[in-house]
């Protein structure tokens, strides 16, 4: 399915992607990371710290705030700092799905992850409540990005900073298959988020409230966002009309487990399981990476 303009059509494709989504966490969680053994040893160490590309936006206060949007079952930020005490919350919708897995495998991280959306967050968190806001490579999977932003602000301090690293055009990478619906950029020194259906120039549409800055990265790209001022009022009513309830309906943690396990059995189906080369290369999660 490629990018579609409606809200509708990107909840119907985010909804159908969530299965594939269940499987690879599934396989991640019960092989202790699979193809990516330091990532899932690295989520699971409770001592590491806040990395510095993230602590040196902390503030002056001894108590700081962060919040990890998108943080899959287990966060891949730190929580220690030698001179600071970080509260870190991690918030990913499927957090009920993720807990569900990591219940099953008997693993417990050092955070747990509650269910938010992005596009949601001021209906679980309170406005101005973190210090800073962190997403990888999570937000391009998301129905509705510039949205997901614009409540990372809502909940974000005022001279705080969102901090996010994604891979450049994703979804034209990954033809459109599954969660990867939207593309970002950086063009001319400006965050551009995309599809084929339409283009956001972020830097524009946030230029009231923040002060957007993007580099490139090797394969991908680093954006800071800044909040200058409080949220106006007029967008703080446009976004206090929430669907929170019907958001956590489209997701059935036990029916998205179900549909992974059917994955599972569809997979091995496909493999001989006396051949060991075979059943890798089907098992191997060619669109994913933690």
């Known amino acids: ?23 690879f966490w599934d396989l991640w969680i019960s092989t202790s990371g699979h193809l990516w053994p330091d990532d899932f040893t690295a989520r699971m ?36 700092h030698p001179k600071r005490n970080i509260d870190l919350v991690a918030c990913d919708p499927l957090a009920p799905v993720y807990n569900t897995l990591l219940d099953r495998h008997g693993v417990t991280p050092p955070i747990r992850t509650v269910q938010a959306f992005a596009e949601d967050l001021s209906s679980v968190f309170d406005a101005e409540s973190f210090d800073i806001v962190y ?17 990372m602000l809502i909940v974000l301090r005022t001279r705080g900073v969102i901090v996010m690293a994604h891979y450049t055009d994703e979804a034209e990478h990954e033809r459109y298959v599954g969660l990867h619906q939207w593309n970002f ?26 002060r957007v800055t993007v580099t490139v ?16 009022n007029s967008l703080h009513e446009r976004h206090r009309n929430r669907l929170a309830s019907l958001l956590s309906g489209l997701l059935d943690a036990e029916g998205v487990t179900k549909a992974a396990d059917q994955e599972l059995k569809r997979i091995n189906a496909m493999a001989n399981p006396a051949d060991g080369e075979h059943r890798d290369e089907a098992l191997k999660p060619a669109q994913h990476s933690p």
Not at 3 to 23: I, K
Request: a negative charge; hydrophobic letters at 40%; one cysteine or more.
């Open 135 to 151: 997403c990888q490579n999570a937000l391009d999977h998301s129905f509705e990005p510039l949205r997901g932003i614009e409540e």
């Open 217 to 232: 990265e090797g394969r991908g790209h680093a954006v800071t966002i800044e909040k200058l001022r409080d949220w106006p």
């Open 45 to 80: 160490d409770a001592s590491r710290p806040l990395p510095y590309h993230i602590a040196k936006h902390l503030p002056d206060s001894m108590n700081a705030r962060v919040l990890d949007v998108g943080a899959g079952p287990a966060t891949v930020l730190g929580r220690t």
């Open 185 to 210: 950029n950086a063009r001319d020194g400006r965050f551009i988020i995309w599809n084929r259906v339409q283009e956001i120039d972020v830097n524009e549409a946030l230029k009231d409230v923040a």
């Open 1 to 23: 399915m490629t990018g579609t303009s409606t809200l509708a059509g990107r909840l119907a494709a985010w909804r159908t992607a969530l299965p594939s989504e269940a499987f």
